[in-house]
């Protein structure tokens, strides 16, 4: 039931960031294909077909709910729930605070929610992740992240 609804609320997020991406111009001095919302169009196709195809596998198998404990899913929605705020607080707080120290935070916070590995370890990859991530974009791709 979980990933059904995680699946609805990430495709209408996707969709959300599709309109948002194709509202931006889509020709620029580098030609159509420097556009800057080609990447964040992609990226939200790509969400909403992921989450599609989770949904529709989550339809076809029939889950044995009743081989969790309450405790265990009580456990999971709260882990959801927090993951939910994180997000929301990340996309809000995006373009106030600098891009890597927010995304380095972010993604620290949400492998250790998760994953429970040992905090230096993790926090050392969320900053590698994110300096690949602005150097891609801000030097391959050629888009000033915020």
Known sequence: MKDRISASVFIFLGIF???GA??????TEYGKYGAPGIVPAFFSI???LLCF?????????SPDIS??????????????????AM????VFLLGKINFVVLTSIFLSAASMVFLRK?????????????????????RVFLLPLP
């Open 17 to 19: 960031f599709l309109i």
């Open 22 to 27: 194709l509202k931006m111009p889509r020709i």
């Open 46 to 48: 790509m969400v909403i």
């Open 53 to 61: 195809f989770m949904l529709v596998r989550k339809q076809k198998v």
């Open 67 to 84: 081989s969790k404990s309450a405790e265990v899913k009580r456990a999971e929605n709260r882990r959801l729930l927090l993951a939910s």
């Open 87 to 90: 997000f929301l607080a990340y």
């Open 118 to 138: 040992r905090f230096v370890l993790t926090a050392a990859v969320s900053l590698a992740v994110t300096l690949g991530i602005y150097y891609l974009f801000s």
